[in-house]
Structure formats: structure tokens, C-alpha cells
């Protein structure tokens, strides 16, 4: 019988091919980010890999937000690659978890381009893939999102051997967000990484967010706070771990998060946010409400107290119901982060122009 393949040639899967240039993310002039602890030529890992819980450091060798930027004038981009491990589900793409997508254009005009295709397992980690091909040779702009759920051991960006690299465009603003949350912060189950919503921001904004996102393993840990709070710079945190959390843990360790936080950054904003609706929440008896209650009466509470770089985003409001754009009742599809994105953007907005 023949294969889809054969029927239909866009459904084949395309291995970069020969007489390529392969270069490393740190070949200046590319511009590699999302990566907060990463020394140049070092590992991919969004986090230490010490004095963090074991889920959290495991979770946190995933490439979620992590993101290459340059301009070229190539007329085809590959990627050579070795995950580790390759993490594939029953209910999210590979190129979600596995693979790398590819933009073009400068800032505020990106386009999707295409996404690497290939055949992985955890017996067989690396793959070739050719994104783009056979395009005319003149200077473009790109952005490369690595993959939401697989760590990467290493990565080639694949070109013309005689292709020109330039740096991308500058930011907008090199401070960045940083998102701390749970398993859909981390892009689950986006159909390819430049869907998840960290990813949509950073491109609409111009600017980095770091994603620590952790799967099933955003608790609020002591550890997990410190981490978050050396980071140099930040223009704002996000905190939305309570979907993991719940009310019990949310009243043990938010007022330790935010107060963690704000010792080391005293004026930069804070955002709690609360989690969006999920399926059950129709048919099911839940701690929802109370939770979410818990939240903004810490907020308000600490405000009167004067912190006023403190702030609440209602996660469930009708605004926000995206049971219709999940896979499974709670991980979000590409339909429902870009539902998730448009009600944050402008809530975000307002208060990163207030405290830039």
C-alpha cells in the first residue's frame, strides 16, 4: 500500500540536505535568549541544575522560551539537533514537544514560516531537518523557538555555505518578563513552540520573557523563589502556579514568593495571576473561587501595606474561558493560547507602561 507520503507530498518529512554550513546558537552575531543562567557554550537548561527540587531541575532542562534570532541571507535554514530526552505525549504534537519553529520578518511584522519535521525517539535523539528551502537569496530577518517539552544537548542552525549573518533587530527593551508557572507557563500542548503564550508575547512585545514554566511542578518552593529573584534586571514577574499549588500550598508559600522577590527587587512589578477555567470547572465541586479569593486579598492586603508594584489579574473571568480551546479539559491547543494572550496583552501592557 502506499504511504501518505506517496500520495501527498507535503505530508513527507524533509532531512536537511548536503552543502551545509552548520554553526553553533553562540556563533556571534546570532542572538540566543531565554536562557537567564546559561554561560555562553554552556548547557540549554532554563535553570541550575542544584539547590532546585528534583521535578523542577528536570522540567527545567525543557528549552521552553528559549529562543535564536538573526538575519541571513540563506536561501534554505536546517537544524541539526540532539534532544535530551525527547518527551513525546498522546495528547500533544511533537513539534510541540520535540521540534523548532521558524519566523520571519523583523519585529512587528514576523510571520510564521515553517516548523522541523522529523521521526525521534528516546533510541533515537538527533535529527536533520530542513525548515525552509529553495528561497531567493537576499537578507531576511528570522526567529527560531526551540522546543516547549525536550531538553536539548545540542543544536546546529544549518545555511548556505557562503550565507552572510547579521544581528537581528534590537529589542524593544532588553529587560525581561519572567513567568513563573505550571504545565500550560510551559507551553502544553501547543502544536509547535512558537504557539505557547510566552512565546506570542515575546513576539508581540519585542522584548524576553524567560518561561519557567514546570510541568505539574509549580509549588512555590523557598528555592525555587531565590532562583527567580537573582535574576538580573527583570521588567516584571508573573506569578501563575496555581493550578499546580491550589489553595492549600498557595496559602503556605505566596507570601514567601512575593516577599522573596521583593527583596531583591523592590520596585518592580509583580504580578499574581490566577488560573483560567478549566473543563471541570462546569461539573465539578473545586476550591476555584477561594483560591482565586486567596490571591487578590493577598495582593490587596500587601498594596495597603504600600507595596504598590503589586498587582492581580483575574485568570477566570468569562473573558478567559478556554475549555474550547483545550486538548484534554485543562492543556491548552494553539487556539486557546492565542485566546489566553489577547485577554493578558493588554492587562500586561498597562502595567509594564506604568513601570517600565
Not at 522584548?207 to 538580573?232: D, T, Y
Not at 493560547?337 to 492587562?347: C, E, I, K, T
Request: aromatic residues 8%; positive net charge; proline residues 6%.
Amino acid at each position: 500500500m502506499k504511504s501518505l507520503a506517496g500520495i501527498d507530498p507535503d505530508m513527507a518529512t524533509r532531512e536537511a540536505g548536503k552543502n551545509i554550513r552548520w554553526v553553533s546558537a553562540d556563533m556571534e552575531p546570532l542572538r540566543l535568549s531565554g536562557l537567564a543562567f546559561r554561560e555562553k557554550g554552556g548547557s540549554f537548561a532554563r535553570v541550575p541544575q542544584k539547590n532546585l527540587p528534583p521535578d523542577v531541575m528536570k522540567l527545567g532542562v525543557c528549552t521552553s522560551g528559549v529562543q535564536l534570532a538573526f538575519k541571513t541571507d540563506s536561501t534554505k535554514i536546517s537544524v541539526r539537533v540532539t534532544l535530551d530526552p525527547p518527551i513525546q505525549m498522546d495528547h500533544m504534537a511533537s513539534t510541540g514537544s520535540c521540534g523548532f519553529d521558524l519566523y520571519c520578518g523583523a519585529p512587528g511584522a514576523r510571520r510564521y514560516f515553517g516548523c522541523a519535521r522529523f521521526a525521534v525517539s528516546r533510541e533515537k535523539p538527533s535529527y536533520t531537518a530542513e525548515i525552509v528551502g529553495g528561497m531567493k537569496k537576499e537578507m531576511r530577518e528570522y526567529l527560531i523557538n526551540f522546543p516547549l517539552y525536550s531538553g536539548v544537548k545540542s543544536f546546529e542552525l544549518g545555511l548556505d555555505p557562503d550565507a552572510k549573518v547579521e544581528a537581528p533587530s534590537a529589542w524593544s527593551c532588553e529587560n525581561p518578563v519572567v513567568w513563573y508557572g505550571t504545565s500550560i507557563t510551559q507551553g502544553g500542548c501547543a502544536s509547535r513552540p512558537g504557539m505557547c503564550t510566552t512565546n506570542i508575547l515575546s513576539r508581540k512585545w519585542n522584548r524576553p520573557i524567560l518561561n519557567f514554566g514546570f510541568s505539574g511542578s509549580g509549588k512555590g518552593e523557598h528555592s525555587v523563589a531565590v532562583m527567580l529573584a537573582g535574576i538580573q534586571t527583570p521588567a516584571m514577574y508573573i506569578l501563575d502556579y496555581e493550578a499546580n499549588a491550589k489553595l492549600p500550598l498557595l496559602q503556605k508559600t505566596l507570601d514567601d514568593v512575593i516577599g522573596t522577590l521583593r527583596a531583591k527587587h523592590p520596585e518592580v512589578p509583580i504580578v499574581v495571576l490566577s488560573r483560567s477555567i478549566h473543563c471541570k470547572d462546569f461539573y465539578l465541586a473545586l476550591d476555584t473561587d477561594a483560591a482565586r479569593d486567596f490571591q487578590r486579598r493577598t495582593v490587596e492586603r500587601r498594596r495597603a501595606s504600600g507595596d504598590r508594584a503589586l498587582y492581580f489579574i483575574n485568570g477566570i473571568s468569562g473573558e478567559t474561558d478556554l475549555s474550547e480551546g483545550t486538548v484534554d479539559g485543562i492543556h491548552l491547543t494553539d487556539y486557546g493560547f492565542a485566546r489566553q494572550s489577547a485577554y493578558l496583552a493588554p492587562l500586561l501592557e498597562k502595567i509594564l507602561e506604568e513601570r517600565p
